[in-house]
């Protein structure tokens, strides 16, 4: 792991004095500060898609079923890609990942697995321990802790 002093010969040099406290305050608490201030719930509500926007209705396809559902998802794309102002000669499309409640995923397990495992896992994702695994805590227009499976974009 990065040592926190070590991420100073990569920030922006036009960083403030105080936003660069701010910074390393809040990179010192990570991942025990995950909370709602992570989500932009404006896409909810607006035409602009920004990358990590949940989505609502978006089709999803869990293969290998080939069923068809509708789910809400998280915008993987980056936000300069979705920008309907940028000229380009072909329509742009969106990536995007289905969001998962984590309290589901965890019940599905325990059908499986013992209880230690299964709690010692989920703690890795709340933790972003899970290098395939985003976890997404209940807030903004999430009514539970969620994930999604970045391999399932």
Do not use: H, W
């Amino acid at each position: 792991m990065m040592n926190i002093e070590d991420i100073r010969a990569y920030l922006p040099k036009y960083l403030s004095e105080t936003s660069t406290t701010n910074l390393f305050n809040e990179l010192s608490q990570f991942p025990d500060n995950i909370d709602s201030r992570m989500y932009c719930a404006q896409s909810f509500y607006s035409d602009e898609i920004l990358q990590g926007d949940g989505l609502q209705n978006l089709l999803v396809v869990n293969l290998p079923d080939s069923r068809i559902e509708k789910g809400n998802c998280l915008v993987m794309t980056n936000s300069c890609d979705n920008d309907m102002l940028n000229e380009r000669l072909y329509p742009t499309c969106i990536c995007y990942c289905p969001i998962f409640s984590l309290e589901k995923f965890k019940f599905k397990l325990k059908q499986s697995y013992s209880e230690e495992p299964v709690e010692q896992f989920v703690r890795s994702i709340k933790k972003q321990k899970i290098s395939q695994v985003f976890y997404l805590p209940k807030g903004s227009n999430l009514n539970c802790d969620s994930f999604v499976f970045l391999d399932r974009v």
